[in-house]
């Protein structure tokens, strides 16, 4: 496949409880010809020892490229890098208010203001609840620069047996968004 045709795709996992949909996404896409690149934030490490048995080095695996977040020279940190965009899964509120300002500190938001300015597609699973008014106005702001905010809520009418059922399919309804079909939607009316 010529290099120019190559779908690449950044996956951003941070901090926020959730890591389970970051990982998913990198599992979901290992084998359909999609380069991944992957950044996860310091306090990602936190929550994936809290929320799964797998190590950081089991989560960069699943993965075709990873960064260290505190990599600001990465590929992914430049505009001529080019990739489809970035799925940010789980977003913390913090990383979700470095992209909103552009004052980003971190690979992980740098990559995302990146994708922004680029205009191309930027997914935030912001994992917060209850939102105040300031996160109410970040997620505005982020929409109306061309963000998507997909906060992780479960689909019931899919009647999921398992907690697994309910992550396959929100992560695959983020991957519709770049019309990537990865076969775990279970579609209304199908």
């Avoid at 120019?4 to 996404?25: E, N, P, T």
Wanted: net charge neutral; charged share 20%; hydrophobic share 45%.
């Amino acid at each position: 496949m010529d290099r120019q045709d190559k779908v690449r795709l950044i996956i951003g996992i941070s901090g926020a409880s959730g890591i389970v949909y970051g990982i998913r996404a990198l599992q979901l896409l290992r084998n359909t010809g999609v380069e991944t690149h992957l950044v996860m934030s310091k306090t990602a490490a936190v929550a994936l020892a809290h929320e799964s048995t797998l190590k950081v080095s089991d989560v960069k695996a699943f993965a075709d490229i990873s960064y260290s977040n505190d990599d600001l020279a990465a590929p992914i940190s430049s505009g001529s890098f080019r990739t489809a965009g970035m799925i940010i899964a789980p977003c913390s509120v913090r990383s979700m208010s470095e992209i909103s300002t552009g004052v980003t500190s971190t690979l992980l938001t740098r990559a995302a203001d990146v994708v922004l300015k680029e205009r191309r597609k930027l997914v935030l699973l912001v994992r917060e609840t209850p939102l105040h008014t300031g996160h109410l106005r970040t997620m505005t702001s982020l929409s109306e620069l061309g963000a998507i905010i997909a906060p992780p809520v479960p689909a019931f009418y899919t009647r999921p047996d398992s907690i697994d059922d309910l992550v396959d399919h929100t992560v695959g309804r983020v991957l519709d968004l770049f019309n990537l079909d990865v076969g775990v939607v279970k579609r209304w009316g199908e």
